[in-house]
């Protein structure tokens, strides 16, 4: 069984660029969410995707967007990017059989990412 | 708003001991809670659920106590070994709605 993977592991940025961060998900898994980690913070949830559909978004502004593949990877895609978005970026996968309900996500080991 | 908070920000515990791991929450529509450990340069790893229809769920070394009422669950680990050292998170989901909300995490040291 393949686990979590991201890429890249990390990124160096300038203020004003765009991001592109990668996810592959577990096998058998067909809901990708991505978070952020700020130092000394926990996880924050920025979207969800399930069936190529975006399934509920956090406190994030429109300029963080994604997408999701038929093979159920995914990518997180950051514009105008800011000082602040500077963290750690996780993406996790899990398996609903509906659109929610208790599934445990499993995390990948995330990208760093670092905007100056 | 931090829905879920993990108020000690760090722990440090005798091998052999038990490690008591603590979180508080705030929204009652949570239903769900999970506990994942994170070791350096690495993703969060899942540890041990709970539904809010239980007040225990127990695996190996690791159990999870949920008292609704308080809105409070713990982590309890024994006996601690020092592979337990790492970041522990807690995280909750209300019964609506497809968001995961984690707390700070507590920085667990198991002491040789």
């Known amino acids: 069984e393949t686990g979590v993977t991201q890429s890249p592991t990390h990124l160096i940025k300038t203020r004003g660029q765009q991001v592109t961060l990668r996810c592959s998900s577990q096998?058998?898994?067909?809901?990708v969410s991505w978070y952020q980690q700020a130092l000394g913070q926990g996880p924050q949830f920025i979207f969800q995707y399930y069936r190529e559909e975006e399934n509920g978004r956090g406190n994030f502004p429109p300029r963080f967007s994604g997408l999701q593949f038929p093979n159920y990877s995914s990518e997180l895609n950051v514009n105008a990017l800011e000082l602040d978005d500077s963290a750690l970026y996780l993406c996790a996968s899990s398996f609903s059989g509906t659109s929610g309900g208790m599934e445990t996500q499993y995390f990948g080991p995330g990208t760093r990412l670092l905007v100056l | 708003d931090q829905q879920v908070k993990q108020n000690s920000p760090s722990l440090s515990v005798q091998e052999g001991r038990i490690s008591i791991l603590n979180c508080d929450y705030t929204n009652s529509m949570f239903d769900y809670f999970l506990w994942y450990k994170k070791y350096p340069a690495e993703g969060p790893t899942f540890l041990i659920s709970?539904?809010?229809?239980?007040d225990k769920n127990e695996d190996g070394r690791f159990t999870v106590f949920l008292n609704k009422s308080a809105k409070h669950l713990s982590l309890h680990i024994v006996p601690s070994q020092p592979g337990d050292s790492a970041v522990y998170f807690c995280?909750?989901?209300?019964?609506?709605?497809?968001?995961?909300?984690f707390g700070t995490g507590t920085s667990l040291t198991v002491i040789p």
């Open positions: 709970i539904s809010s229809i239980k």
């Open positions: 096998s058998g898994h067909n809901t």
């Open positions: 995280a909750a989901k209300p019964n609506t709605g497809n968001q995961f909300y």
